[in-house]
């Protein structure tokens, strides 16, 4: 909930030959399309400013796009 409204959110892992994060996708961005094993490019998100379980993670924003 965001704001006391429900809001979708979806968190997929990426990962490339330097590692892996988790990106956490909100509103209608999280109703894409991603399966394992689907390679893609994910523009316009942001890096967390906090730490979970100090892992880096990242959001997406109003901006972002994400290309098969």
Do not use: C, H
Not at 21 to 34: D, G, H, T
Not at 37 to 44: H, K, M
């Amino acid at each position: 909930m965001v704001n006391d409204k429900e809001v979708n959110v979806r968190t997929i892992t990426v990962e490339d030959r330097t590692g892996k994060v988790k990106v956490s996708l909100w509103r209608n961005i999280a109703a894409e399309p991603v399966v394992l094993g689907d390679v893609v490019a994910i523009t316009n998100i942001v890096v967390n400013s906090k730490r979970y379980n100090n892992e880096e993670s990242l959001s997406s924003t109003q901006f972002t796009k994400i290309e098969s």
